[in-house]
């Protein structure tokens, strides 16, 4: 399969079209390993893109303000725009494991059971390691054992 960054560099993520399925077409072939890799290769750069704008802006904006309220004010941006990156951060090691399950053709088959998580599924969330039937019962069991 190629992997071919220089071609994610055109793509981002608003550009993408979703992967249209052809009649008798096999599940996860050449052309929809490529297509998902390249949908990830574009979301994990805009991810980085917004790391490098956060840092950016932090060494940019970052004052030391006389007045307390102005101080706490920033901090608090600063905080809440921290928290966001390490979500985006954990998002990020995510993308790259899944973008390893493409290498290896073991992308878009449920964890739990095996069975094919499906194209719509993967394209409303690339990362999906379960199937829709599994991803329920997971959820039930954390409501259950959670609260």
């Not at 990830?40 to 840092?55: F, G």
């Amino acid at each position: 399969m190629p992997n071919s960054s220089a071609q994610a560099e055109s793509y981002t993520l608003r550009t993408f079209a979703p992967y249209k399925e052809k009649k008798g077409e096999e599940y996860m072939n050449e052309k929809q390993l490529e297509h998902f890799q390249q949908l990830l290769l574009a979301w994990r750069r805009e991810l980085m893109e917004e790391v490098d704008r956060t840092m950016s802006h932090m060494k940019d904006e970052a004052a030391n303000f006389p007045d307390p309220a102005d101080r706490a004010s920033q901090e608090e941006e600063f905080s809440l725009e921290l928290r966001t990156r390490d979500r985006e951060r954990k998002l990020i090691r995510k993308i790259d494991s899944t973008l390893e399950l493409i290498e290896n053709e073991d992308y878009g088959f449920c964890d739990a059971c095996g069975v094919e998580i499906g194209i719509r599924r993967l394209e409303a969330r690339p990362t999906a390691t379960l199937c829709v039937d599994c991803k329920t019962l997971a959820e039930i069991k954390e409501k259950q054992v959670g609260g």
